[in-house]
């Protein structure tokens, strides 16, 4: 009987397993004939709306033939390359992606380095929306204030205040703050995220301008002047950087020459390790901060403007106007604005993005016999109006584009003739400065604020 029993057993067992084989082998080949499946992703959805050649990276369960372009969706569009590694995709974005936007990443026929078997593959992923910091003086009403926002969001918020804030720029967790004491002297201090206070030791007494902070290296860079008789300054819009992160002492950039340079203006560029600098001549130079006597002439201009977001160019301005500058190759191209509304207009500050360029720009009005301000899209012999000030009176001051070139902020005057300064010696401004904020592609005007010096 036992002997029956083991026998019904065995037969029972192998009856079992062989079942479980042949549907495990069912299983592996429906899995093959299915095709590679996408296991996990990566990107970083806050430096993707701020700098160039960011990276999707999209890891398949199993290695996979190389990927071309034409299998790639991207939704919204967007220019971009695509390089295949083991079990990688790598896409990556030529230029940076819009704010608080849902892509979808689809990949189709993607093909199993083993066997062949091809299958889609699909990711989804939003971008972040910029925090925004401007500065909001009280007129002398109370402390000077640092405001942040939202591009789209109605809500302000209080990141800093103190009495007399000259300048300010923000890095993703502090910010460098420049206020005035009652002699006029500078001070700068270093504004932690939960209000901690660290004092950066200038090189004396004195003043500092064109307060600057490069996201990218950490590093902060302003120009000082020494207080005294102009004769004996050791410092004259001397141009220094800081590292917060290192020793925190404010050392000097130098020239051609080895020397400390004195600049008239001067910027990051964004995604590098260099400085665009114009020197107190008027001949601008591209110095490398990472490498010791890394200074390249560029030529010699009666301005230095805005440094593209790509890091590629800088807007200068000679005789005949506006030129966009190749910091590789020093080659300049004229920025010759179109006719607007018919008319001539008269060209100023400019700013290249990755098509066509934004400008300031005046055209006379026989209404009230002046000029009135514009900021104009320029591109392949066209003008399109983005923006002027409601009252032919108000002006245009300045504007800045942001990061990914979707927005451009634009410091106005609302009436020029009633304006009253706000008694700053360094970096003054009108008090009732306003800054406009919008979308490049539409014209539509966001989001207004009270303040200026916005910062992305």
Request: hydrophobic residues 40%.
């Amino acid at each position: 009987m036992a002997n029956l029993s083991e026998s019904r057993f065995r037969r029972a067992f192998v009856a079992t397993v062989t079942v479980l084989v042949v549907l495990v082998g069912g299983f592996v080949a429906l899995t093959s004939q299915q095709g590679p499946k996408l296991s996990s992703a990566q990107i970083d959805v806050g430096g993707v709306v701020t700098k160039s050649n960011e990276q999707l990276r999209m890891f398949a369960n199993q290695q996979v033939r190389p990927v071309t372009a034409a299998q790639v969706r991207i939704t919204p569009s967007a220019r971009f390359a695509v390089t295949t590694a083991g079990s990688v995709i790598a896409v990556q974005f030529a230029n940076p992606l819009r704010y608080g936007t849902r892509y979808r990443v689809s990949v189709d026929g993607v093909a199993s380095a083993s066997d062949g078997q091809s299958s889609s593959i699909t990711y989804e992923f939003s971008t972040e929306s910029p925090t925004l910091y401007y500065l909001h003086r009280s007129g002398g009403s109370g402390p000077d204030q640092i405001m942040t926002t939202g591009i789209r969001q109605p809500s302000l918020r209080v990141a800093y205040s103190a009495p007399r804030i000259q300048a300010f720029a923000a890095f993703p967790h502090a910010l460098a703050v420049v206020t005035l004491s009652a002699s006029g002297h500078s001070s700068l201090n270093l504004i932690g995220s939960q209000g901690q206070v660290e004092h950066i030791n200038l090189p004396g007494a004195g003043t500092v301008d064109q307060l600057q902070a490069d996201e990218d290296s950490g590093i902060l860079g302003f120009t000082f002047t020494d207080a005294g008789p102009t004769p004996k300054r050791a410092y004259s819009d001397t141009l220094f950087t800081v590292d917060p992160n290192g020793t925190a002492v404010p050392q000097p950039v130098k020239g051609l020459d080895g020397q400390p340079v004195s600049v008239l203006d001067w910027s990051f560029v964004p995604s590098s390790s260099e400085i665009v600098a114009q020197n107190i001549d008027e001949s601008t130079i591209l110095i490398d901060t990472a490498k010791a006597n890394s200074v390249t002439p560029l030529g010699t201009f009666l301005e230095l403007g805005a440094v593209a977001a790509d890091g590629k160019s800088v807007v200068v301005v000679d005789v005949n106007g506006q030129l966009q500058l190749s910091l590789a190759t020093g080659k300049t191209t004229r920025l010759s604005p179109a006719l607007l509304h018919g008319a001539t207009v008269m060209g100023a500050a400019a700013e290249t993005l990755t098509t066509g360029w934004l400008q300031q720009e005046s055209v006379y009005d026989k209404k009230i016999r002046g000029f009135v301000s514009h900021l104009v899209l320029n591109g392949a012999g066209q003008a399109r109006e983005l923006f002027h000030p409601v009252n032919p009176k108000g002006s245009i001051e300045s504007f800045s584009v942001s990061p990914n070139s979707e927005y451009v902020a634009i410091e106005t005057v609302p009436n020029v003739s009633t304006s009253v300064d706000d008694g700053y010696v360094v970096n003054g401004r009108s008090k009732s400065v306003t800054t406009n904020f919008v979308d490049i592609a539409t014209g539509a005007l966001v989001k207004s604020v009270t303040g200026f010096g916005v910062q992305w």
